[in-house]
């Protein structure tokens, strides 16, 4: 299974922590191969990721430099989609595209802590109002006490509701939100074109001793609301 993920994914939070300054380039194509026990090829997927997604820009000779985008001033608050649709006096649906035992991805295992290829509880649900789908969500699990979620009604409640009534309690949770380009499988499901731009929301979920799960939220450009407050 390619690595790559693990490199974009471990690049990438160093750089949402300020882990390169201003004008520091990032390692080398080659010096990542030899780092990560990959091809170069591998290593330049997960850099090409990262500038295509805005977190780099290349300079002919020099290498690759941070630009700098991330989105840690602060917090946001995400309405749920209740509350949009409440907003416009319309109906919300849930649809259950996808319920089972799955196996890990590289990435999915780095941001659950466990290896590849591990058993993880995977939910992937479409939500909207009324005939209008606006939000892709993908959540993965790690499997101890959250398999009972698969004997829960998915299409009716929210995840979070479904965990606190099974008892489990969700001690801390880290989110980040970019813009992105939606592939085509996503676009379909969202009903708007391949390559169009959308807000990618990620989340970890925190036990008090523990990793629960890794989640992202595909949302349509025109179907987002994200609030912040805070003292500069």
Known sequence: MSKYPIIKSELKAKLLAGGYREGEALPSEVTLAKHYGVSRMTARRAVDELEREGYIFRVQGAGSFPTGKRFRQGVFRVRSLEEMAMAVHQAPFTRVLKAQIGVASSEVGAALGLPAGSAVLEVQRLRGIEDAPLLLEERHFRIENT??????????ESIHALLVGLGITVARVEQNLEAVSLDAARARLLEVPNGSACFLMTRTSYLPDGILGF???????NGGAFASAFEP
């Open 215 to 221: 989640s992202r939220y595909w949302v349509r450009g």
């Open 147 to 156: 398999e009972r979620l698969l004997r829960l009604p998915l299409h009716q």
